[in-house]
């Protein structure tokens, strides 16, 4: 299997973190992609920490790419325009091919207008600076990553992770990333969005947390689950669990059940034979209509489609 070329851009200011992200995650995917760091004139870059990165490649590596990932930078070195060297870089880019960002790296794509009329996410902590100055952008700053393609923008850190093997089970399936995540020792898929990140005052003390009743819905995924059964678990009142779960999760319960069991849909598309009737019946869809409805609403494709894409992978 061709191996696909994924080029990073590391900027002055970026984070050492971030910058490394993609070669650990995508270099443990069996062989499937070969990454390469690049800066815009091949000289060493200036970290976010109290040392420089020096790199094997210049900007001509960007026009190679099959995925280009800009890493992110320290707040400090963002701005709403892009300099002519960067501008320079991103112009040898090839047309289709996929362009990631990983937390502020959005600033780059939207100063440089190829986010313009497309819908992308950030770090929750620079969201309303990111709005001020590109307001031609939607922002979502409430979830870990947006695939808007051939564009995709993740939140902050660890959502780095989070799309990178979300980039691995795009292009070769669940059971790939799963095996990636556990030898990275990583979760392979989190729940919730930003809002779980966010300073929030300390739960008083002595709160009871929702983990418990989450983990006890997903293995009953295949039931009419209610917020009264949630609560009723959690031993809450409706009201105080619902507070609750958004407050842990980031989502309402209702919309947590929903992306759960779109993602156990998306799961039994890919590893098995069973109609989208008997999927929807498994992952607690009344049926299959609604199970087209709320994964056409998610990623904007049908089961069969997202089936067929799977089995090429595959």
């Known amino acids: 299997m ?21 070669s650990r995650i995508l270099g443990a995917a069996d062989d499937r992609y070969e990454v390469l760091t690049c800066s815009v004139d ?62 502020t790296g959005a600033f780059v794509l939207a100063a440089a207008g190829l986010l313009d009329g497309r819908r992308a996410t950030t770090h929750w902590q620079v969201a309303d600076r990111f709005r001020r100055m590109f307001p031609r952008v939607d922002l979502d700053p409430d979830v870990l990553f947006v695939d808007d393609h051939p564009f995709l923008t993740s939140a902050g850190a660890a959502s780095g992770v989070d799309i990178c093997l979300h980039l691995v089970r795009k292009d070769h399936g669940s059971k790939l990333a799963n095996s990636v995540a556990r030898r990275c020792v990583v979760p392979p898929f989190r729940d919730g969005g930003q809002a779980q990140y966010i300073e929030q005052p300390v739960p008083e003390q002595g709160a009871a947390s929702t983990a418990g009743t989450r983990a006890w819905a997903l293995e009953r995924l295949d039931e009419p689950l209610t917020l009264a059964d949630l609560s009723g678990h959690a031993r809450m009142s409706q009201r105080t669990f619902a507070r609750r779960f958004h407050d842990e999760v980031g989502l309402s319960p209702g919309r947590w059940l929903i992306q759960q069991r779109v993602v156990r849909a998306r799961h039994l598309l890919e590893s098995s034979d069973l109609t989208v009737d008997q999927i929807a019946g498994r992952v607690g869809f009344a049926t299959g209509a609604s199970l087209r409805q709320h994964l056409n609403a998610a990623i904007g494709i049908s089961p069969q489609a997202y089936r067929r894409t799977f089995q090429t992978a595959r």
């Open 42 to 103: 091949g000289r060493p870059v200036r970290t976010n920490a109290d040392f420089g990165v020096t790199v094997e490649h210049g900007p001509e590596a960007l026009a190679t790419a099959g995925t280009v990932v800009i890493a992110p930078v320290a707040p400090a070195h963002l701005a709403d325009e892009v300099s002519d060297d960067v501008l320079a870089a991103l112009a040898l880019i090839r047309p289709g091919t996929r362009i990631v960002s990983i937390c």
């Open 2 to 22: 061709r191996r696909e070329r994924v080029v990073v851009l590391a900027l002055d200011g970026v984070y050492p973190f971030e910058l490394g992200i993609p």
